[in-house]
């Protein structure tokens, strides 16, 4: 098969590198790519929201699948415009507009779990017009405060805060001043849940599904979970806490039921399902939908799938998921990210990274998140740079190799968190 895929992530080159491996790719287009997936396909320089130009380069290159990596062409409608279009015949891994909004609108996504009697936080929304009774609400609840941007915010959309001063500062300036760009002009005000987060992820093409292994990702900048939200300095998989009964539980309140409720109202879907869930004592509430892979989850979920990706694609676009085998590897993975210095606030980019020779002697991976190659070398291009994948018979070893991997890379000003995974090590 021909196949283009759309996005320039870490995750995105571990499709890259997942689907090279496939015995049914015929060729594989990146787009954009980044300086790891250059060796991987062709690099196609396309601007993932400009549909017209992406359908006129499925046709010119024959492609027969589109794997769409990111959110943003997802929300915009992508699918949508190349699944309707009468110039291309052309298979997409990723939901159309109506179900990407499960991501798309935070309003929409808890909606839809009351609709569908799906455990998450206790909330309500308010307009840009409703702002003395967003702040009347605040007090329906005991601090921390949680305030979410309706809209996509990359990451940045939710604010969580003990102080109310800061909460009415922040429903102020999203609701009153357009920040985030006008992601919150709607705001979501809900309950804080005091629990242990954990990442599953599901591919479905609307009535049968698949699970594929769980993860957990370190969202926070700094040790110890300090410091600004990211989108995620490190990931490991499996997760301890993530026990069969939880997974039962994730199942049948959550996975399940969204799947039904879908089918219910009438959204097709075909893609994969991101459950951010937190575990409440025994119990899984919803905190998020995502309607892609994680970014930096899919760094160690997907070196864990001993199967074929496309093949499992393939069987996901003619209906045969059902028959397709999804095998798991038993081995643990870790991620670390390695980041610019000042992300996720301002950093610079164009810093030269250093690969050492010793990278051949780790049992992990190098995935590149923001970089860019150019004159034969390679350079940062991103706040989240590398994520380094460590593999091993449990996490302790996993995680060691990741580490192990971070002393053969160097660039200026590059950081990471030295704790990924400890607390799973102690559970
Ligand atoms: P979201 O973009 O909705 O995933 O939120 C970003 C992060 O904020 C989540 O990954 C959680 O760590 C945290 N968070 C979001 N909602 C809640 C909540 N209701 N209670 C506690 N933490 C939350
Ligand atoms: N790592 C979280 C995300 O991809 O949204």
Redesign the pocket.
Known sequence: MNVLLLGNGGREHAIAWKLSQSSLLRSLHIAPGNGGTGHLGTSADLDLLDFPSIERYIRKNQIELVVVGPEAPLVNGIADYLEDSKKVNVKVVGPRKAGAMLEGSKRFAKEFMNRHSIPTAQYASFKADELDKAIAYLDTFSPPYVLKADGLAA?KGVIITSSKQEAEDTLRSMLVDGAFDGAGSEVVIEAFLDGKEVSMFAVTDGRRFQLLPSAK?Y?RAGDGDTGPNT??MGAISPVPFLTEEFQEKALNQVIIPTIKGLEKDGIPYVGFLFFGLMKVGSEPFVVEY?CRL????TEVILPRIKSDLLHLFDSLCSGLLSEYDLVVDDRAASTLIVASEGYPGGYEKGKEIKFSDEIQEIDGHIFHSGTRESRKKVWTNGGRVLALTGRGNDLKEAIKNSYALKNCIEFEGGFSRTDIGQDALTE
């Open positions: 990451g990702d969202k989108g995620g995502n994680g970014d930096p989850e």
